[in-house]
C-alpha cells in the first residue's frame, strides 16, 4: 500500500507537461509518465485520455512491445504494455522502442568488457525488480536474465550459476554470495544512476545509443505514418526534445 502511494505521489509531481509537436500533417506525442503499476495511479486515465485524443497511427513502447488481453493485467505489467494494450485493442500498430541486445553490444564491445556489460545489464533489471515491491525469487529470476543475456552477449560458453553471477557482481555490490534474503540489501537504483562508478558509465553509454536508435526510428516511421504516440522514460524526451523539434521545425 505504501508503495501505490508513493507511486501516485511521484506521478502527481513529475507527470503531465507532455511533449506534443506537429509539422503539416505530422504529430508526434510522448506521454510524460513515470515507470508505474498501481491501477490506481491516476496517471493510467490520464494515459487512456491522452491516447483517445491522439488517436494515433502507431505506438512506439519502452521495453517489449507485446500486452495482455486484460486491461488489469496490462497496468499491472507497466505503464508500455498498457500502451500497448490500448493500441492492441485498436488495432494500431506497435513497435518496441529498443535496439536490439546485439546492437547494443556492438556499441560497448570497443570501450567496454562482456564482464561489465553483463555486470550492468543484471544491476539495471535489479532496478526494475526492486520496484515491483513485490516478493520475488531472485535467485531462480537472476539465473535465468543471465543466461539469456548470455546467448546473445556469449560471455560465457556454460550455463552461469548464481554463484558465478555473486562472484560478477561483487565488485559493485559488496555482497559475497547474493541470494533471495540479501539482494535487495544493494541499492541498485542509487548505484545504477545516481552514483559515479563504471557502470554507471556504460549505463550512459547504452542510453546515449538507445537516443541514437530512437531518432532514426521515428524518421523511419514517419516516412510512413502521421501520427506517432510514444511511451517511454520522459527522460529520453527531455533530451531528444531539440533534435525532435528541429526536425518538425525543418519540415515546415
Known amino acids: 500500500m505504501l508503495a501505490c502511494n508513493a507511486e501516485r ?35 493510467f486515465y490520464d494515459i487512456s485520455v491522452e491516447f483517445s485524443k491522439f488517436n494515433p497511427d502507431m ?6 512491445a507485446s500486452a495482455p488481453n486484460d486491461s488489469l493485467e496490462a497496468i499491472r505489467h507497466g505503464e508500455s504494455a498498457f500502451v500497448a494494450y490500448l493500441a492492441q485493442a485498436s488495432n494500431i500498430a506497435i513497435q ?31 532496478v526494475q525488480w526492486q520496484r ?33 553471477l555473486s562472484v560478477l557482481l561483487e565488485p559493485y555490490t559488496n555482497i559475497a554470495n547474493l541470494n533471495n534474503n540479501n539482494w535487495k540489501n544493494f541499492e541498485a537504483k542509487k548505484y545504477l544512476y545516481f552514483s559515479k562508478n563504471r557502470i554507471n558509465e556504460i ?33 529520453h524526451a527531455k533530451e531528444l526534445k531539440k533534435a525532435l523539434t528541429e526536425i518538425f521545425e525543418s519540415d515546415n
Open 203 to 235: 549505463y550512459e553509454k547504452v542510453s546515449a545509443y538507445r537516443n541514437i536508435y530512437m531518432m532514426q526510428l521515428l524518421k523511419e516511421k514517419f516516412e510512413c505514418n502521421n501520427k506517432i504516440f510514444i511511451m517511454m522514460g520522459f527522460d
Open 59 to 64: 505506438v512506439l513502447v519502452e521495453g517489449n
Open 132 to 164: 515491483q515491491k513485490a516478493n520475488i525469487n531472485f535467485e531462480e529470476m537472476a539465473v535465468d536474465f543471465v543466461n539469456n543475456t548470455n546467448k546473445t552477449l556469449k560471455y560465457s560458453a556454460t550455463p552461469i550459476t548464481i554463484t558465478q
Open 9 to 43: 505521489r511521484i506521478y502527481r509531481r513529475v507527470g503531465g507537461e507532455h511533449l506534443h509537436l506537429v509539422s503539416g500533417n505530422k504529430e508526434l506525442f510522448w506521454f510524460n509518465g513515470i515507470h508505474g503499476v498501481d491501477p490506481s495511479n491516476p496517471m
Open 96 to 126: 518496441s522502442t529498443e535496439p536490439t541486445d546485439s546492437c547494443i553490444f556492438s556499441y560497448v564491445l570497443n570501450s567496454c568488457t562482456k564482464d561489465e556489460i553483463l555486470a550492468m545489464f543484471v544491476i539495471r533489471q535489479m
